[in-house]
Structure formats: C-alpha cells, structure tokens
C-alpha cells in the first residue's frame, strides 16, 4: 500500500554554486534547516521572517517568578488569613517589571507586522 504524500508534485531547479551558496546561507540567517521548506517558503511568501525571540525568554522566567509569588501569597493568605502589604508591594513591583518589557516586545512585533 502505498503513502499518499501530501506534496506530490516534485518541482526541479538548477542552481550555481554560488546561487547555492546564498540561499543556503539565507536559509541559515532565517532559522530555517530543511531546504524543501525553505524554498517552499519562498516560493509562495517571497520571503521569509526570522524573529529573534530571545527577549520573550526574559519575559517568560519574569511570568514565572510572578506566578511563584502570586501563588505564595495565596496559601499564605489562605493557611493564615492574611498577607503582608511588603508582599503585595513585591508583586506590584514584579508585574511593573514585567509589562515593561513586554510592552516594548509588543510595541517592536507589530512594527515587523506592519512592514
């Protein structure tokens, strides 16, 4: 029994070495490792849009921080009816870390976009 492929029309280019150079190259700066998606992608979209996403890291272990404490705070609060207003001041100053960037991350995806 043979596999249907969801692709079954088999496109042929001929390139140079240096053309072959260039696009492997660009596939390198795009993050992209599969030639077959590579070139499909420019193909159909005429380019190809790497993000560095680094930034989002930062952001993701302050969410994380945040929600540790969030969640500390919550069975502090229920275990011993009630909380600290130094904690409620600590996570204030977490979330106002937090959306700082985030804004600025925000702020730069939809300049990308609206290229």
């Known amino acids: ?3 249907k492929r969801r692709r079954p029309i088999h496109l042929h280019v001929m390139v140079s070495e240096e053309e072959q150079a ?3 190259q660009r596939m390198a700066e795009s993050g992209i ?3 077959g ?3 499909r992608k420019m193909a159909l979209n005429g ?3 790497h993000v560095d996403l680094s930034p989002v890291r930062e952001l993701v272990s302050l969410q994380r921080r945040c929600s540790n404490n969030l969640n500390q705070v919550a069975i502090q609060a229920n275990t011993y009816g009630g909380i600290y207003p130094e904690e409620i001041a600590a996570l204030q100053r977490d979330y106002a870390a937090l959306w700082g ?3 600025d991350l925000l702020k730069k995806l939809s300049a990308l976009v609206e290229l």
């Open 1 to 3: 029994m043979t596999k």
């Open 22 to 24: 260039l696009i492997q």
């Open 33 to 35: 490792r599969n030639m």
């Open 37 to 39: 998606a590579y070139m």
């Open 47 to 49: 380019y190809v849009l």
């Open 101 to 103: 960037p985030l804004f």
